[in-house]
């Protein structure tokens, strides 16, 4: 809490990448050092002063070094359709890096990533950790059409191949939703002796219920990320309760990624 900052983001460009999906690249280089995999950004959208609430949004890449953070948005109601006619130039109030992250231990060896959608984004960090830890990762990508499947190509670079991807409509990699893909990743890393020790999962709560399930069913230790409609961002107004075996806790400041056993689903 006490290294979160407010920090005037100048918009370096705001493009569509997909269906309804775009990319904002933004020059923040106290929040771009600070950011931990996992971690978001809270966003007063600017030219928006007739709604005062924030937006959270995942860090999808953060380069410490250009002093940039990358989001991925899609759009799905006022606020985000707003920012996509926010053009470069204009200044973003952000206040970041809020939440507790991903947290892979440290004798983590072989973990699975699995994303539906804009999930992709909030994991995108974590793989390229895990990468840099030498953890063998394997990642699971769902999405709605090719065309969603945006984040593949990242993917792709950081592994070295391409992750293993579902489509709903079958138009790329296994036709239907990525449960299937998990489950298989699951008994075939069993069978081969060296059993995923940390599963991580972000997108619709139908599948982080899902995978959740499927990774105690396996004996998997899995974090899931939850996106919970958000207010003051700091822990003080209780609109992001999370239901847990712990209590009630708050997903901005508590979470948003808890072990998905704690999760009351
Ligand atoms: C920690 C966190 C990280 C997130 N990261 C991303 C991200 O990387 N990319 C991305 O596209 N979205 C992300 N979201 C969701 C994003 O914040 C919402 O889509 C956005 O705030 C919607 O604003 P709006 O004004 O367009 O929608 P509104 O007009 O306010 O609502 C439109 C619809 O979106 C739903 N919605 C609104 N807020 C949320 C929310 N916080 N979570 C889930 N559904 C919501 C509403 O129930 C409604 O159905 C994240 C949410 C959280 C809590
Ligand atoms: S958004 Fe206010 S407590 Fe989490």
Known sequence: MSSLINENAVILSNQQVGPRLHLMVLEAPEIAARVAPGQFVHMKVPRMDDHILRRPFSIYAADAAAGTVDILYQVVGYGSDHMTGLEAGLCAELMGPVGTGWHAGENVERALLVAGGVGAAPLFM?????????????????????????????????LGCCPNCSTDDGTFGRPGFCTSLVEEALAVAENEGRPYDYL??????????????LAQAHGVPAQVS????????????????????????????????FDSQKVVW
């Open 126 to 158: 974590l793989a390229e950790q895990l990468v840099g830890r030498g953890v063998k990762l394997d990642v699971v990508l769902g999405a709605q059409t090719e065309q969603a499947l945006v984040c593949r190509s990242r993917y792709e670079e950081l």
């Open 200 to 213: 991580a999962v972000c997108g619709p709560e139908p599948l982080m219920r899902i995978v959740a399930r």
């Open 226 to 257: 939850m996106e919970k409609r958000m207010a003051c961002g700091i822990g003080a107004c209780l609109s992001c309760v999370v239901d847990t075996v712990d209590g009630k806790k708050r997903a901005c400041v508590d979470g948003p990624v």
